[in-house]
């Protein structure tokens, strides 16, 4: 069964920077679209960003459009959300999948605060 762990969340001032990463113990990774997900508690999961198989395509949500980029490493089978000018909208848990495919993994904390 594919397994994706989250990690790299944390608190952050309004302004600052995070990049969440994802592992997924899938094999053939690299055959995959992956995307991040985030969720607010009690909410259903929403879309965030998208990238091809092979690294080109991108695709952003309008919030994070110009803040975000997603980029993977096929080789070590990561998916990562470099967040920049993190505002306080953007607290939430941030997951990723390919396309919902797979059980979702506990998700990494984002929280922006002063």
């Known amino acids: 069964q594919v397994q994706l762990v989250e990690s790299g969340g944390g608190l952050v001032q309004p302004g600052q920077f995070l990049t969440p990463s994802c592992a997924a113990s899938?094999?053939?990774?690299?055959?995959?679209?992956m995307s991040w997900y985030r969720r607010t508690s009690g909410k259903e999961r929403v879309w965030v960003a998208m990238i091809e198989s092979s690294g080109g395509g991108r695709v952003y949500e309008d919030s994070v459009k110009g803040r975000s980029n997603i980029t993977r490493d096929n080789d070590k089978n990561k998916v990562y959300l470099q967040m920049r000018k993190l505002k306080p909208e953007d607290t939430d848990v941030y997951y990723c999948?390919?396309?919902?495919?797979?059980?979702w993994g506990q998700g990494t904390q984002v929280t922006v605060s002063e």
């Open positions: 999948n390919a396309d919902r495919r797979w059980p």
């Open positions: 899938v094999v053939f990774f690299s055959f995959y679209v």
